[in-house]
């Protein structure tokens, strides 16, 4: 199994350019669910969980056209299978997107359930609750949720909490209801935003876009469009962290700041100087970072999916800081492989208190999630030696040419067969 060794080699200089994001790519590849005609996405990242969904799709009869590099072409017209085997399923959570567009436009489908992850339980109530509301009929049988309906009605849905991929399966389904549908308490991440604004140019009537009320008249047909997939707010807060952590000066092109004010603040208070245009950022660094205080809430607040970046950051700034973790349960899997790299975080329930280091030193360390991953990669620039971050697949999940990325603006970081 592959893994990456890195190497602390000093501050970071030079320009990164941002992929398509990962949380926007796979439901817009799922929005191909609702139309008989082709959709043509550009900018998509190449990550494992992009080929997951791929095969998904192509097992369910579409037809899927991809250049391999960052464009695909999805088609639909032919699809003879409406069921998300838990083979695929398990190895992607974001597989239970195909359940909303597949019911709303086929009248049946069968999806695995998803069950928990490293990072906690993740039910999705949430969606069939949502479902059920717009009539479908729902039962669990083999660990599967297979839903029907002949034609999916609109409905008023609150939602109990803030949830991205419910609210993006009952988008999709609303779309070719019959009648409004209204959904409360909408997640308004910049992917549901994206998603959205795709659904639009496929012809779907959708009110309240990047609010938490979305109203959605149904219309009986989406055709084809050509979307490009929003840049990735999380890989490029991740870069900014590690040049944060590392010192030096780095602009990171194709990004889209304005999704990630809360990111940028936090790196502001933490010493950075940050200056953004409308696709571009730039960070400069010439000091140790100051620890900052975190906690993760829906939506323009601070994203969970952030959380562990900056805890690396912490682990090795002035002072201490505070990180809560209010989204997921168990989100502090990277904690104890930081401390084995020296760092002084001690975590209990949902609250952990960083207090920096003056250096961490190189380990072999291994996390079990995505952006846990991460944080051990951009803790060994910094770290004294060599770091070895086994596993690596999880990175591989969300992150594009990772050690390529870091390895241009300076980082000494490669893949081991
Ligand atoms: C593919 C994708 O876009 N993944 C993102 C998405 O995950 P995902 O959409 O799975 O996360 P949610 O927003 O749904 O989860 C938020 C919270 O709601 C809970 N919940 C959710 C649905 C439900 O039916 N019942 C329920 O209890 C979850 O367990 C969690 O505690 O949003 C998360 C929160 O920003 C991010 O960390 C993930 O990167
Ligand atoms: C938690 C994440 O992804 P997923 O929802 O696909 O597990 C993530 O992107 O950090």
Known sequence: MDKLKITGNGPLNGEITVSGAKNAALP????????????????????RDVKTTQKLLQGMGARVLTDNVHEFEINCGSLNNTCAPYELVK???????VLGPTLAHFG????SLPGGCAIGSRPVDQHLKG????????????????????????????????TVTGTENLLMAAV????????????????????ADCLVKMGARIQGIGTPTLTIEGVERLSGTTHAVVPDRIEAGTFLC???????????????????????????????????????????MQQRPRAVDIRTLPYPAFPTDMQAQFMAMNAIAEGSGKVVETIFENR????????????NISAEGNTAIVKGVAKLSGATVMATDLRASASLVIAGLVADGDTIVERIYHLDRGYENIEQKLGGVGAKIERIA
Request: proline share 3%; hydrophobic share 55%.
């Open 28 to 47: 817009l590849m799922c929005a191909a669910l609702l139309t008989k005609d082709t959709l043509r996405l550009t900018n998509v990242p190449m990550l």
């Open 91 to 97: 190895t992607m959570r974001a597989s239970i997107l």
């Open 108 to 111: 049946e489908a069968q999806v």
């Open 131 to 162: 479902l059920e509301a717009m009539g479908a009929e729902i039962v669990i049988e083999h660990g599967y949720v297979k839903a029907r309906a002949k034609r999916l009605k609109g409905a008023h849905i609150v939602m109990d909490m803030v």
């Open 176 to 195: 070719l209801a019959d009648g409004t549908t209204v959904l409360e308490n909408a997640a308004m991440e910049p992917e549901v935003t994206d998603l």
């Open 242 to 284: 590690a040049v944060a952590m590392a010192g030096g000066k780095v602009v990171l092109r194709r990004a889209a700041p304005k999704t990630m004010q809360a990111v940028l603040d936090k790196l502001s208070e933490a010493g950075a100087i940050i200056e953004a245009g409308d696709d571009w950022i730039a960070i400069d």
């Open 332 to 343: 502090f899997m990277h904690v104890p492989e930081l401390n084995r790299m020296g760092a």
